[in-house]
Nanobody, 123 residues
Framework: QVQLAESGGGLVQAGGSLRLSCAAS????????MGWFRQGPGKEREFVTA????????YYTDSVKGRFTISRDSAKNTVVLEMNSLKPEDTGVYSC????????????????WGQGTQVTVSS
């Protein structure tokens, strides 16, 4: 089973930027869709973004379009989430996820989860 480990969370002021990384173990990383979910205080976990395995197509929830960018480096088994123009409502625990397809990942049918990293955006 692929194991995931996130890094890069922290505290930032509104309008600032953060970069999250997710390192995956295992030789089959490149065959999986990867993505990020987040869970804000008192909220349910929600899909944020995903990137497909082969074509590298990217998918974003509407609230982060134009501000967040997902990318993957298959040679390094890493997925990166660049977050710009951060807003207080972006606050939450961000978790990296892996699934055979983007469709499965988007609906929460995930094969592996990372432990999560806290992102706090102050107003």
């Amino acid at each position: 089973q692929v194991q995931l480990a996130e890094s890069g969370g922290g505290l930032v002021q509104a309008g600032g930027s953060l970069r999250l990384s997710c390192a995956a173990s295992g030789r089959t990383f490149s065959t999986y869709a990867m993505g990020w979910f987040r869970q804000g205080p008192g909220k349910e976990r929600e899909f944020v973004t995903a990137i497909s395995s082969r074509s590298g197509n990217k998918y974003y929830t509407d609230s982060v379009k134009g501000r967040f960018t997902i990318s993957r480096d298959s040679a390094k088994n890493t997925v990166v989430l660049e977050m710009n123009s951060l807003k207080p409502e972006d606050t939450g625990v961000y978790s990296c996820a892996l699934s055979p397809t983007v469709a499965l990942l988007q609906r929460g049918d995930v094969s592996s989860w990372g432990q999560g990293t806290q992102v706090t955006v102050s107003s």
